[in-house]
């Protein structure tokens, strides 16, 4: 898209506002607002902003930073009142004048690059999957003698001895315990709000498939249309905006957190991923289930550096609450056709174009930018050393004890987020062709400032029930 291309989208719309975003290493959207007079062509070149108010960004006295529009992403913003134009953005460095070494997005970027100089393949494909929650209520307290929180949904089995009301009646249809898959209404309460979604989500410019109602109350999946690496962060960004809205709009609250119900499943990003050159399909081939060579040595990288690029995939304390035996989030690092008990499923395709591999561990905490760059750095690192994973194992892994699977040599994902991150700090030579020393570091002191220790730090509910008395 051209400037002119640009400024005559915002005519044809009567667009009064254009917001500028960009994420920042969290995963979340941040933005500002211009009034579409004060935007001409130089502004599009780039625009001035404060990088110190963003966590683990700049100083103060460095704080000065440039947003670069990216025109091309250009959508208008179904939930604003007044006509407004959404452009995503990279974020620019002033100082080092180069593109910032912080910005997940001009990482991802730099990751491209990288796969075209490695001379392996010239685009890869990434298709998420990104579950998520729609509740009625959350209430929560984080005080100093004090931690609670409590969710609500009608879907919710413990609301059926709840006393009706004449407006509020209690039907008695619900899913249950591991049974939204996928019943369906009276018990499956969120058909007409999911397919809403799925529609503002096609207006922003999301291509929907498959939608439907996930195993865990008051759980949903909308299947969004794989794209390459950039294109599909962007759109996990873009979805992750129109769900929590289209929610918000109807008195609900939408969350991506994995792991928000004790007992019930959790919410995954399952993240499927091609090499291409050429037009050619490099993961297809005559191996195992009609794999390439190259998407072994892939898969192999990936599962080599699992418990490093878990800092990234599974960004989130709350994340290892999920990675546990029996809730369909596997942490066995093996592969398998259709097991959804592995760490790595290969799908069943029926042409070679579609070939790919699916990986299971990853979910919505992480930002997507970097999931997405350290799934392809470490694959590529197995296909330069063409490393063998282990597998593949076809039978269900979650009835294996750990005797059984320390025996047969499988390796797991790590059980918590400093697991993750310790593991970084020891593994990281493969991600330095894309992301500097510095954005390592700084990575792995904000996680462990903003989620290790404070969640360390704190008693929990269950803390007293088992230990109070002792």
């Not at 898209?1 to 920042?24: A, L, N, Q, V, Y």
Request: proline share 5%; aromatic share 12%; hydrophobic share 40%.
């Amino acid at each position: 898209m051209t400037k002119s291309e640009f400024f005559e989208k915002c005519k044809d719309h009567g667009i009064e506002f254009i917001d500028f975003r960009f994420t920042d290493l969290k995963g979340a959207w941040h933005h500002v607002t211009y009034r579409m007079t004060a935007v001409d062509s130089d502004a599009l070149d780039g625009l001035p902003f404060d990088g110190s108010s963003i966590h683990a960004w700049q100083p103060i006295n460095r704080s000065d930073m440039v947003l670069k529009p990216d025109i091309a992403t250009a959508f208008v913003d179904p939930f604003t009142a007044d006509p407004t134009m959404i452009v995503i953005c990279d974020v620019y460095d002033i100082y080092k004048e180069q593109m910032y070494e912080k910005c997940p997005r001009s990482i991802a970027k730099k990751a491209v690059e990288f796969l075209n100089e490695a001379n392996i393949g010239d685009v890869a494909y990434f298709g998420p999957e990104n579950e998520f929650f729609i509740f009625d209520n959350l209430v929560f307290k984080d005080a100093i003698n004090e931690q609670s929180y409590r969710i609500d949904t009608e879907e919710g089995d413990w609301n059926s001895d709840k006393a009706p009301t004449d407006l509020a009646p209690n039907t008695g249809h619900r899913p249950g315990l591991k049974g939204g898959y996928f019943p369906v209404s009276p018990i499956d309460s969120m058909v007409d709000l999911r397919n809403e979604i799925v529609k503002v989500a096609e207006e922003v410019g999301l291509s929907c498939f498959v939608v439907h109602h996930e195993v865990a109350q008051g759980q949903g999946e909308i299947g969004i249309r794989f794209g390459t690496l950039i294109e599909a962060a962007d759109n996990v960004q873009k979805f992750k905006y129109v769900v929590k809205n289209v929610a918000h709009m109807h008195g609900k609250t939408a969350t991506f957190m994995p792991k928000p119900l004790y007992g019930d499943n959790g919410s995954g990003m399952h993240v499927h991923v091609s090499i291409w050159k050429n037009g050619k399909n490099l993961f297809a081939g005559n191996g195992y289930q009609g794999l390439s060579e190259m998407a072994i040595h892939f898969i192999g990288g990936v599962f080599k550096h699992a418990r490093a690029i878990a800092a990234f995939t599974n960004a989130s304390t709350n994340s290892y609450k999920r990675l546990i035996p029996g809730f369909e989030a596997p942490s066995i690092l093996t592969y398998s056709a259709q097991n959804r008990s592995a760490s790595c499923r290969i799908p069943y395709v029926s042409s070679a174009k579609a070939k790919r591999v699916e990986f299971r561990f990853p979910d919505s905490s992480a930002n997507p930018y970097l999931a997405f760059v350290s799934l392809l750095l470490a694959g590529l690192d197995g296909v330069k050393n063409r490393d063998i994973p282990v597998g593949p194992m076809d039978e269900d892994l979650f009835e294996l004890s750990l005797d059984e699977i320390r025996d047969r040599g499988i390796n797991q994902m790590p059980h918590t987020l400093r697991g993750a991150l310790e593991s970084l700090i020891r593994d990281n030579e493969f991600l330095k062709p894309v992301m500097t020393e510095e954005f390592i570091t700084t990575y792995q002191h904000y996680k462990f400032e903003s989620q290790v220790w404070p969640y360390e730090a704190r008693p929990t509910a269950f803390e007293f029930k088992s230990t109070y008395s002792c």
